[in-house]
């Protein structure tokens, strides 16, 4: 089985503090790459897509490192509404579909 | 748009009992899929469909199955209900099957086996 790793936490951090996720994976064919978000007893919400180029949307910035095979999200001026699991997935493809695979995610708590 | 709706929220079961988790989308995607997620583990793929008539198997399909009448609805059906599949079960769809598209997921079905 294709294997996406994460810290499963718990990250216990205060309000405004900055926190960093990395999450790696084992198919170097891997194609996509995302993070979402899953409150407690709630579904799993696009946080956002991972670019080869880095991204950043607001205070949460995504990078992506193909030689090394990890996937980084860095949340800045923690908020006490960031507190959530962060899911780490990934893609590849395997015939013509793409199979996501999932990290088991990496439990934060902002603290006030 | 009620997005992905799933029924029922809850569900106790015995074993050796079957039943059915209901699953709509409203937003006309082509690709839907079942998931389950246990404590310590990933979200696993049990099911999927490319579209209407077309489902195949993921990681984990023993002891279920599914259909794909219409483009809405994506049930899955649990043939005879065993402890092991106590789990919550996700439905998402998403545009098309592609895997860089957005996953919408439904609420979920906590789902018991006694």
């Known amino acids: 089985r294709k294997e996406v790793e994460q810290d499963p936490g718990p990250f216990n951090v205060p309000e405004g503090a900055t926190v960093a996720f990395n999450c790696t994976y084992s198919?170097?064919?891997?194609?996509?790459f995302f993070w979402y978000r899953q409150d407690c007893r709630k579904e799993p919400k696009l946080l956002m897509s991972?670019?080869?180029s880095g991204n950043e949307d607001g205070r949460f910035t995504a990078q992506l490192n193909r030689a090394s095979q990890y996937i980084s999200l860095l949340i800045r001026d923690s908020k006490l509404s960031d507190s959530a699991t962060y899911l780490c997935v990934v893609m590849w493809y395997g015939g013509s579909q793409g199979n996501l695979i999932f990290g088991k995610g990496t439990k934060l708590s902002v603290k006030p | 748009n009620a997005g992905v709706t799933q029924t029922p929220k809850f569900q106790v079961l015995k074993t050796g009992q079957s039943m059915t988790l209901q699953c709509a989308q409203d937003?006309?995607?082509?690709?839907m899929s079942w998931y389950r997620q246990d404590p310590g583990m990933g979200l696993r793929l049990i099911h999927y469909?490319?579209?209407?008539?077309?489902?195949d198997q993921g990681e984990v399909p023993n002891g279920y199955n599914v259909s794909r009448s219409t483009t809405e609805d994506f049930p899955l059906r649990l043939l005879s209900a065993a402890p092991s599949q106590t789990s919550v079960y996700f439905c998402?769809?998403?545009?098309?099957?592609?895997?860089?598209?957005?996953?919408?997921f439904g609420p979920g079905t906590r789902l018991t086996v006694l």
């Open positions: 937003m006309n995607h082509e690709y």
């Open positions: 991972v670019y080869s």
């Open positions: 998402a769809s998403s545009v098309s099957g592609e895997g860089t598209d957005t996953q919408y």
């Open positions: 198919n170097s064919a891997s194609q996509s």
């Open positions: 469909s490319v579209g209407a008539g077309i489902t």
